[in-house]
């Protein structure tokens, strides 16, 4: 049997000999006089929640000196962390308090405790949803059997990026030290299901594991544990997931000194990127002080590299943001997972893993549904897309079954010369073409092109603005210096072929002026345009 720890946050850590090199303390900023554990990052590696016991602010700090609030940190434009702050009320309602996961998205956390409209009731994990700039009452997620079959002293959970998975540690053992981790699914019923071991290929029978954290890829687990072969009193273990049954593993492999100490190593947590690792550590520290730190990994302990798709999601119609969910899933496979959009901004984050191509489903109340598709089937490196996702209120339609926008759109085609030079709005020049993502023009844009040379030496007296627009694929900065050359291409067109200048202006817009939805590839076909505009 272990040694009795005193309690969950300071599980006895002793200092390591010598100071590991790739240590980084996060600072006075985060760290305090009192002990930081149970570290929690977001995807975009920008909030980090975690655990400050015994600080008189904690909310029970009266009643138990040892109390434990939620904190949490911004990281600045610098790179620092910023000050530490209490974490919501809602937050710590309890004695013992800890946010065990934060969505990718930002707008979700799962915290210690089982609680019925924010009345603690027992052991367990409840989520609460992010509503504008406050939080909703925790809920508890209703685990089958779990007050049973959890008899430890300390335990704990995860939830992995899909928000379908969660990963338990715990003992069926009444008063036991020596845990083990279990898996509980989401059903499409949506019920989870009874926590199941993950079996012994990560499980000991005499040894304790602890803190399992799953990576963004879904199927790189890191754990806690005391088993043989460790340089300390628990060690971090790294392992892979082989199949779906969450039963079949590779063999851990001890992430050694650049990552563990002689002491007690545990609470291990990664951002969508993997290239740090962030922990709880007495480094340094004299007794059982403990400062948070974050770890370089070298390339043997990184999970797989993932894709951070962010963006917001808006009314078309008005730009407005919307409060929706998407639901992702492998093309030809079921749902993978689902996030939700911040309501107060519209602004969404989603973690892709490599290996699949994905479908893409944005659903909110009064708005029709739509659908993408992004391809990861080719792996590659940890990248960031920005897309932003427009949604077309019900009973609306943008676009006609001819692919043209039934207001506000005007071809070039469809217009005779007195048409145009009296059209006081924008006016799209649908047969002007560019080399894919270049800016070079493509000799079947010349003859439209040339239509509109014309239409300037007819009317001496005005002036054109050339606007150039593209679809949402690729950042805003690429977009909008891509809008901008494809516009100054088309204006050394007109002046090549004898107009003045003076008399030509060119603007690039990038995606910020969509003419249709980006959710489908005909909308972003429209969306990729060259319009130009006469001018008194």
């Known amino acids: 049997m272990k040694k009795l720890y005193i309690n969950l946050l ?84 309890n004695d013992n308090n800890a946010v065990f996961w934060v969505s990718p998205d930002g707008n979700r956390v799962l915290i210690r405790g089982a609680f019925e409209n924010g009345t603690y009731v027992g052991r367990g994990v409840s989520m609460l949803y992010k509503q504008g700039d406050s939080w909703s009452a925790p809920q508890k997620l209703d685990i089958p059997n779990y007050d049973k079959m959890s008899k430890d002293i300390f335990s704990g959970a995860f939830m992995a990026s899909t928000g379908k998975t969660i990963l338990f540690y715990f003992s069926e053992e009444k008063n036991s030290f020596i845990n083990d981790i279990y898996v509980s699914h989401l059903g499409d019923d949506g019920k989870w299901s009874q926590p199941e071991s993950l079996g012994t290929d990560i499980n000991t029978f005499e040894y304790d594991e602890i803190s399992p954290y799953l990576a963004a890829d879904g199927v790189t687990l890191y754990f806690s544990s005391d088993r043989p072969g460790g340089l300390g009193k628990h060690d971090i273990w790294m392992a892979k997931r082989l199949d779906e049954s969450w039963k079949k593993w590779s063999t851990p492999v001890n992430l050694g000194p650049t990552v563990n100490t002689k002491g007690w190593d545990a609470y291990f947590a990664l951002d969508a990127l993997g290239d740090y690792a962030y922990m709880a550590s007495t480094e340094g520290k004299e007794g059982n002080q403990t400062d948070l730190v974050k770890v370089k990994l070298d390339s043997l302990a990184k999970p797989n ?232």
């Open 305 to 536: 590299a993932v894709l951070l798709m962010y963006g917001k999601i808006v009314n078309a119609g008005d730009d407005t943001p919307i409060n929706s969910v998407i639901y992702y899933d492998k093309i030809g496979g079921q749902t993978e997972g689902s996030i939700y959009s911040n309501p107060a901004d519209g602004t969404y984050k989603i973690v892709l893993p490599y290996g699949a191509k994905y479908s893409i489903r944005t659903t909110a109340d009064k708005f029709r549904p739509m659908t993408d598709t992004i391809d990861l089937t080719k792996v590659d490196a940890y990248k960031e897309i920005h897309r932003d996702l427009y949604l077309t209120p019900e009973g609306v339609r943008l676009v006609d079954p001819n692919d043209t926008l039934i207001t506000d759109r005007k071809n070039m085609e469809d217009l005779d010369d007195e048409e145009i030079a009296n059209e006081n709005g924008p006016v799209t020049l649908s047969n002007v073409y560019f080399v894919f993502a270049k800016h070079y023009l493509q000799t079947k844009s010349y003859t439209e092109l040339d239509r509109l040379v014309r239409l300037l030496k007819a009317n001496p007296d005005k002036k054109v603005e050339i606007a150039a627009h593209t679809d949402w694929i690729g950042s805003n900065a690429d977009n909008l210096q891509l809008s901008k050359d494809r516009a100054e291409a088309a204006r050394q067109y007109l002046i090549a072929k004898g107009i003045d200048a003076s008399r030509i202006i060119a603007k690039g817009y990038g995606e910020t002026k969509p003419a249709a939805s980006n959710n489908t590839a005909e909308g972003r076909q429209l969306n990729r345009r060259i319009e130009f505009t006469l001018l008194n």
């Open 10 to 93: 300071a599980l006895a850590f002793v200092s390591t000999a010598s100071a590991q090199q790739n240590f980084e303390n996060l600072g006075s900023q985060v760290n305090s006089q009192y002990p930081e554990a149970r570290p929690t990052i977001s995807a975009d590696g920008q909030t980090l929640y975690f655990v400050v016991e015994g600080n008189p602010v904690n909310r029970n700090f009266k009643k138990d000196k040892k109390a434990q609030d939620v904190w949490f940190s911004k990281l600045g434009a610098d790179g620092t962390w910023g000050p530490a702050t209490h974490a919501p009320e809602i937050m710590n309602a």
